[in-house]
C-alpha cells in the first residue's frame, strides 16, 4: 500500500516511516501540510497519517481540504490523525472534520501498525465491488497497465523504481501466478495485462 506521513517532528517521522516500510507499504514524508496537499492532489494514497500541529498550515486545515476533494477523487482516503496528549479536543475536532481514527503521542509501535492494518483492511472492504480472476483479486481488469502506473502505485518518493525492475518483478509475479493458471500478457510497448482467466 501507498501511504503518506505528514509530521514536522523529523526523528518521530523517520521512525514511522521505517517501521511501515517494514510492513511492507511504500511510504512518503512530508512535514508541510501544503506539501500534503500537493502530494494528495497528484498521487493516490491508501492511508494518510496526519499530525495535527504542524507549522502554518496545521493538519486540521489538511484534513478539512483533503475531505472537501475526496469526492471527486473515487472515495475518501482514510486518515489517521496524530495529536499531543491531553488535547481532547483535538481528537473530537478532528473525528468531526471526517479522521478514520486517531493516536495520542507518545504511542507504541505495535498499537500504530495495527491500526494501520484495521483501516486498511476497512477501506479496501468498502472499496467497491472486488473482482475475481481465477484465484487471484484484482484491482484492474480488462486494463492495460503501463510501467509507469505500476512504479506511481508502489513506489515512494524517495525510491528508484526503473521500467526494468518491474521487469524482474512481473517477472517473478509470473513465476508465482502461473502455477495457479492466472497469465500476464506483456503488451509490447505497453505494459502489461492479464490474460482471460481459463479454468483448467
Ligand atoms: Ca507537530
Given at each position: ?6 509530521e514536522d517532528?523529523?526523528p518521530?517521522?523517520?521512525?514511522l516511516q521505517?517501521?511501515l ?5 511504500a ?6 501540510g501544503?506539501e ?8 493516490r ?6 499530525d495535527?500541529g504542524?507549522?502554518?498550515?496545521d493538519?486540521?486545515?489538511v484534513?478539512?481540504r ?17 495529536t ?8 473530537v475536532?478532528?473525528?468531526d472534520?471526517g479522521a ?5 503521542k507518545?504511542f507504541?509501535a505495535?498499537?500504530?501498525t495495527a ?9 479496501q472492504?468498502?472499496?467497491?465491488p472486488?473482482i ?5 483479486l484484482?484491482?484492474k481488469?480488462e ?11 508502489v513506489?515512494?518518493w ?14 517473478r ?7 495457479a493458471?492466472?497469465k500476464i500478457?506483456?503488451?509490447r ?9 481459463k479454468a483448467?
Open positions: 500500500m501507498r501511504l503518506l506521513i505528514v517532528d523529523a518521530l517521522a523517520s521512525g521505517r517501521i516500510e517494514g510492513e511492507g507499504h511510504v512518503d514524508v512530508t512535514s508541510r501544503e500534503a496537499m500537493l502530494a494528495a492532489a497528484q498521487e494514497f491508501d492511508l494518510v497519517i496526519l495535527i504542524l507549522p502554518q498550515m493538519g486540521f486545515e484534513l478539512r483533503l475531505r472537501a476533494s475526496s469526492d471527486a477523487k473515487g472515495g475518501p482516503t482514510p486518515v489517521l490523525v496524530l499531543a496528549r491531553d488535547a481532547v479536543d483535538d481528537r475536532r478532528g473525528l472534520l478514520d481514527d486517531y493516536m495520542v507518545p507504541a505495535p498499537e500504530l491500526r494501520v492494518r484495521a483501516l486498511l483492511r476497512r477501506s472492504a468498502h472499496g467497491g472486488r475475481v480472476h481465477g484465484p487471484v484484482l484491482a481488469v486494463k492495460i497497465v503501463s510501467k509507469e502506473a505500476i512504479i506511481q502505485a513506489a515512494g524517495g525510491d528508484d523504481l526503473s521500467p526494468n525492475a518491474i521487469e524482474v518483478y512481473v517477472s509475479l509470473r513465476s508465482k501466478l502461473e502455477p493458471g492466472v500478457r506483456t503488451v510497448g505497453f505494459g502489461y495485462m492479464l490474460e482471460e482467466f483448467s
